[in-house]
């Protein structure tokens, strides 16, 4: 079955980085598109970062542009989130999503048809 398993959140202070994995298994990885979602105390989820199957094209929430970037290794069926300069507003806790698709970064949460468990991260001012 498709598993998503999430690591790297923790406590950091502002200013600081994180990087965030998603090991996926039980389908073939490389030809999905993935993304980041993150979702805050009393806030709706939002699509933090988005790449495609190659990973030759990334779409980035405007408030984490030039601070975020996401990647993957197809060989090793993960994506990654590095989180640099993090801010308070930052702190959520942060899944990692499978595209339902193969051919576009979605940006709705319900073109996902798999999740992680996700992974606090928390930034403190």
């Known amino acids: 079955q498709v598993q998503l398993v999430e690591s790297g959140g923790g406590l950091v202070q502002a200013g600081g980085s994180l990087r965030l994995a998603c090991a996926a298994s039980?389908?073939?990885?490389?030809?999905?598109?993935m993304a980041w979602f993150r979702q805050a105390p009393g806030k709706e989820r939002e699509f933090v970062s988005g790449?495609?199957?190659?990973?030759?094209?990334?779409s980035y929430l405007d408030s984490v542009k030039g601070r975020f970037t996401i990647s993957r290794d197809n060989a090793k069926n993960t994506v990654y989130l590095q989180m640099n300069s993090l801010k308070p507003e930052d702190t959520a806790v942060y899944y990692c999503?499978?595209?339902?698709?193969?051919?576009?970064?979605?940006?709705?949460?319900?073109?996902?048809?798999?999740w992680g468990q996700g992974t606090q991260v928390t930034v403190s001012s």
């Open positions: 039980g389908f073939t990885f490389s030809v999905y598109p």
């Open positions: 790449i495609t199957s190659s990973g030759d094209s990334t």
């Open positions: 999503a499978k595209s339902g698709g193969r051919y576009s970064i979605s940006r709705g949460e319900f073109l996902y048809d798999y």
